[in-house]
């Protein structure tokens, strides 16, 4: 293996020279620069509105510590974005450990500074990694700060992380407190997209009804406000109800179960406190929107596992204290399918799951929750004992229908065995023939949601699988049996793999890989199409397989919508509008974020989408399995040639196999 990594990669076969001088040291804020996806995700129109979400953070912070009682958020032209609070002003005096600078512009252009480590500034607060504020410095073009303190007016300007002003005392000011900050994103950096008035206004509003006691003033300039847009140019947003008013507006218009809402909010063990809110709808798909310190966690966490449990064992305990037995086969899913929710928890020094927090990891969290809110959701249960029986009965009657598809799944396939057992994932289609049915991989529980809105109920089936799948190719027998997302696929399809395989068996027509138009979508696939070629060789040959071809952008002008499949199909897609029209460009994260409509049209539907077949020539099946070992299997060094030998035209094109 040193004879690998020592030969080669120098023209003519001479030595590379690998030196101290090769070892770059990337100081200051020059990391994010370099990376932005490290710290805010990417450098899409996403990630562009999270540089406003984390500097509206930290005003929410000063606002839940019960320093500050309102905010502003502006937008103006050329998105300058300014965020504004009547809190205790950041620090101005020179730092400790840097006495030549003060504390303003140490956590400017310092990453993992602040005032949030030790707890004693911040009892709870939405950032923990001392990283937001200089991130956001790190990316904006410019950055302008005002803080006034102590009677005193200090501004400050910074550019691409660094400062191009010193510390200035602008003199006494003598109504007026709190922190300014007024930016613009780097535009070398987020080349396409722009801050959407619509979108800064929602963020706004849900900070506003997560945290009752603060007033957020919102401003836009109105030329910025598209003809459609009902976003208001000016308005004042203060909830006093709290999460019961966010609830309230999200189920407005939609018939409910439960008409007296389940809510509250109390204190939790370990400091901090938890607010709730929740409803169940008669029908339609429900919702679980839950937040962290007023962060939203679209991926959920312990928190939301901690509320989840509380309702579901309540639930549970009241069935048995009436004396109906069958309240014990109800699921969480079963309770949950139906409902409309909103969880809040405030909690001291939280962990998330990366930069961007969009889950919770704390591990105590999930027990906090469930003690602070079980006991009250007895007493809710016990306190209207007609609202607790339909509710019983509501959940009783999704376990039913749950039991019921998975015996129908089990029995009613034409083509499958009569003891065949389905994956809990799946959700089937009705189709009982094979022939024209469909089966669409996806990976990830929000992906595998969207797809389940946007299929064809009749002849569509979706399995979701949980991140990157075992590389058969290089694992253990051991390993692939005892794999669970394998097990579950393999379940699914009903054919069986090895000596137990039968293509009679195949409960599908079409197998069809579905994964984001992204890097790690592609090495997603890759494992699959190598399970495929290793464990069911046989539906490769069979023309069995497909992949599916989700767009990566979506370009909108003039009413008109285009897709561009990926980066080089972007500059055409841009040329079927006429010229001069203004173009907005999304890119989609991954599935789980494209509308299901969108999914449907574009990569679904069978009138508008393209399928790619898995397959290979009958006379390129050894080539093809040379390939596959040598680029998924355990052998590196086949890798490491492969790509020497391949390297200068798969610049060009794609390898042919």
Same mark, same amino acid.
Request: net charge positive; charged share 25%.
């Given at each position: 293996?040193?004879? /690998?990594?020592? $030969?080669?990669?120098?023209?003519?076969?001479?030595?590379?020279?690998?030196?101290?001088?090769?070892?770059?040291?990337?100081?200051?804020?020059?990391?994010?620069?370099?990376?932005?996806?490290?710290?805010?995700?990417?450098?899409?129109?996403?990630?562009?509105?999270? /540089?406003?979400?984390?500097?509206?953070?930290?005003?929410?912070?000063?606002?839940?510590?019960?320093?500050?009682? &309102?905010?502003?958020?502006?937008?103006?032209?050329?998105?300058?974005?300014?965020?504004?609070?009547?809190?205790?002003?950041?620090?101005?005096?020179?730092?400790?450990?840097?006495?030549?600078?003060?504390?303003?512009?140490?956590?400017?252009?310092?990453?993992?500074?602040?005032?949030?480590? =030790?707890?004693?500034?911040?009892?709870?607060?939405?950032?923990?990694?001392?990283?937001?504020?200089?991130?956001?410095? *790190?990316?904006?073009?410019?950055?302008?700060?005002?803080? *006034?303190?102590?009677?005193?007016?200090?501004?400050?300007?910074?550019?691409?992380?660094?400062?191009?002003?010193?510390?200035?005392? %602008?003199?006494?000011?003598?109504?007026?407190?709190?922190?300014?900050?007024?930016?613009?994103?780097? $535009?070398?950096?987020?080349?396409?997209?722009?801050?959407?008035?619509?979108?800064?206004?929602?963020?706004?509003?849900?900070?506003?009804?997560?945290?009752?006691?603060?007033?957020?003033?919102?401003?836009?300039?109105?030329?910025?406000?598209?003809?459609?847009?009902?976003?208001?140019?000016?308005?004042?947003?203060?909830?006093?109800?709290?999460?019961?008013?966010?609830?309230?507006?999200?189920?407005?218009?939609?018939?409910?179960?439960?008409?007296?809402?389940?809510?509250?909010?109390?204190?939790?063990?370990?400091?901090?406190?938890?607010?709730?809110?929740?409803?169940?709808?008669?029908?339609?798909?429900?919702?679980?929107? #839950?937040?962290?310190?007023?962060?939203?966690?679209?991926?959920?966490?312990?928190?939301?596992?901690?509320?989840?449990?509380?309702?579901?064992?309540? /639930?549970?305990?009241?069935?048995?204290?009436? =004396?109906? $037995?069958?309240?014990?086969?109800?699921?969480?899913?079963?309770?949950?399918?139906?409902?409309?929710?909103?969880?809040?928890?405030?909690?001291?020094?939280?962990?998330?799951?990366?930069?961007?927090?969009? %889950?919770?990891?704390?591990?105590? #969290?999930?027990?906090?929750?469930?003690?602070?809110? +079980?006991?009250?959701?007895?007493?809710?249960?016990?306190?209207?004992?007609?609202?607790?029986?339909?509710?019983?009965?509501?959940?009783?009657?999704?376990?039913?229908?749950?039991?019921?598809?998975?015996?129908?799944?089990?029995?009613?396939?034409?083509?499958?065995? +009569?003891?065949?057992?389905?994956? =809990?994932?799946?959700?089937?289609?009705?189709?009982?023939?094979?022939?024209?049915?469909?089966? &669409?991989?996806?990976?990830?529980?929000?992906?595998?949601?969207?797809?389940?809105?946007?299929?064809?109920?009749?002849?569509?089936?979706?399995?979701? /699988?949980?991140?990157?799948?075992?590389?058969?190719?290089?694992?253990?027998?051991?390993?692939?049996? #005892?794999?669970?997302?394998?097990?579950?696929?393999?379940?699914?399809?009903?054919?069986?793999?090895?000596?137990?395989?039968?293509?009679?068996?195949?409960?599908?027509? +079409?197998?069809?890989?579905?994964?984001?138009?992204?890097?790690?979508?592609?090495?997603?696939?890759?494992?699959?199409?190598?399970?495929?070629?290793?464990?069911?060789?046989?539906?490769?040959? +069979?023309?069995?397989?497909?992949?599916?071809?989700?767009?990566?952008?979506?370009?909108?002008?003039?009413?008109?919508?285009?897709?561009?499949?990926?980066?080089?199909?972007?500059?055409? *897609?841009?040329?079927?509008?006429?010229?001069?029209?203004?173009?907005?460009?999304?890119?989609? %994260?991954?599935?789980?974020?494209?509308?299901?409509?969108?999914?449907?049209?574009?990569?679904?539907?069978?009138?508008?989408?393209?399928?790619?077949?898995?397959?290979?020539?009958?006379?390129?099946?050894?080539?093809?399995?040379?390939?596959?070992?040598?680029?998924?299997?355990?052998?590196?060094?086949?890798?490491?040639?492969?790509?020497?030998?391949?390297?200068?035209?798969?610049?060009?094109?794609?390898?042919?196999?």
């Amino acid at each position: 293996m040193n004879d /690998l990594f020592s $030969r080669g990669g120098a023209k003519g076969g001479a030595e590379a020279a690998y030196t101290a001088k090769d070892i770059e040291v990337l100081e200051g804020l020059e990391p994010v620069r370099r990376r932005p996806g490290m710290y805010i995700g990417g450098t899409d129109e996403g990630a562009l509105h999270h /540089l406003v979400a984390e500097i509206l953070d930290n005003a929410m912070d000063e606002a839940v510590g019960g320093h500050a009682t &309102f905010i502003e958020l502006s937008l103006g032209k050329d998105d300058w974005v300014t965020v504004r609070d009547n809190g205790r002003g950041i620090p101005v005096d020179p730092h400790p450990k840097f006495k030549d600078k003060s504390a303003l512009e140490v956590i400017l252009t310092t990453l993992h500074s602040g005032g949030k480590f =030790g707890g004693k500034a911040y009892a709870t607060s939405g950032g923990l990694h001392g990283v937001g504020a200089s991130v956001v410095n *790190a990316l904006a073009e410019t950055m302008e700060i005002e803080v *006034a303190r102590d009677r005193t007016l200090y501004t400050m300007g910074f550019s691409k992380g660094k400062p191009t002003t010193k510390l200035v005392n %602008k003199g006494a000011v003598n109504n007026r407190r709190g922190t300014e900050v007024r930016f613009r994103p780097d $535009r070398t950096i987020f080349k396409d997209g722009h801050f959407r008035p619509a979108r800064l206004f929602r963020m706004a509003r849900s900070k506003a009804y997560l945290f009752r006691g603060v007033e957020i003033r919102w401003r836009c300039n109105p030329s910025l406000i598209g003809k459609d847009d009902t976003t208001p140019a000016e308005a004042v947003l203060h909830f006093p109800g709290g999460l019961a008013d966010f609830l309230g507006a999200a189920t407005e218009g939609r018939e409910q179960l439960t008409p007296r809402h389940f809510e509250g909010e109390t204190a939790m063990e370990g400091g901090g406190k938890v607010e709730w809110a929740v409803t169940w709808l008669i029908s339609g798909e429900g919702f679980l929107n #839950a937040y962290c310190n007023t962060v939203p966690t679209p991926l959920g966490g312990t928190h939301e596992q901690g509320f989840r449990a509380a309702l579901l064992k309540g /639930l549970r305990a009241y069935g048995e204290m009436v =004396g109906n $037995r069958r309240a014990a086969q109800v699921t969480g899913e079963d309770l949950m399918g139906g409902a409309a929710a909103m969880l809040s928890a405030f909690i001291r020094e939280p962990q998330f799951q990366g930069q961007t927090k969009d %889950k919770l990891t704390t591990p105590e #969290a999930a027990r906090w929750v469930e003690n602070a809110i +079980r006991d009250r959701f007895d007493h809710w249960l016990t306190g209207d004992p007609e609202t607790a029986a339909n509710l019983l009965a509501f959940a009783i009657s999704r376990a039913d229908e749950r039991l019921a598809r998975r015996e129908q799944a089990t029995t009613a396939r034409k083509t499958a065995t +009569r003891k065949l057992r389905l994956p =809990g994932k799946l959700a089937d289609c009705s189709r009982e023939e094979r022939d024209g049915s469909e089966l &669409f991989i996806v990976e990830g529980d929000s992906a595998g949601g969207s797809a389940k809105q946007a299929r064809s109920r009749e002849n569509q089936a979706v399995l979701p /699988l949980r991140g990157k799948i075992l590389n058969v190719a290089s694992a253990s027998a051991d390993k692939l049996k #005892a794999n669970q997302e394998l097990k579950d696929l393999i379940e699914a399809l009903g054919c069986g793999t090895g000596s137990q395989f039968s293509l009679e068996r195949l409960r599908y027509g +079409r197998i069809i890989i579905m994964t984001d138009a992204d890097v790690d979508g592609a090495h997603i696939a890759a494992l699959l199409m190598t399970f495929f070629w290793r464990e069911l060789p046989e539906l490769v040959r +069979r023309g069995h397989v497909f992949l599916a071809r989700p767009p990566l952008y979506r370009l909108s002008g003039a009413g008109r919508t285009v897709y561009a499949q990926d980066d080089a199909a972007l500059e055409p *897609a841009r040329k079927q509008f006429k010229a001069g029209t203004k173009i907005e460009v999304s890119r989609f %994260k991954g599935l789980g974020e494209m509308p299901p409509a969108t999914l449907r049209e574009t990569t679904m539907d069978p009138k508008r989408r393209t399928l790619l077949r898995v397959t290979t020539p009958p006379e390129q099946f050894a080539r093809t399995q040379d390939i596959v070992e040598a680029l998924m299997g355990r052998k590196p060094e086949l890798r490491f040639a492969f790509i020497q030998e391949n390297a200068a035209r798969m610049d060009a094109e794609a390898v042919d196999v």
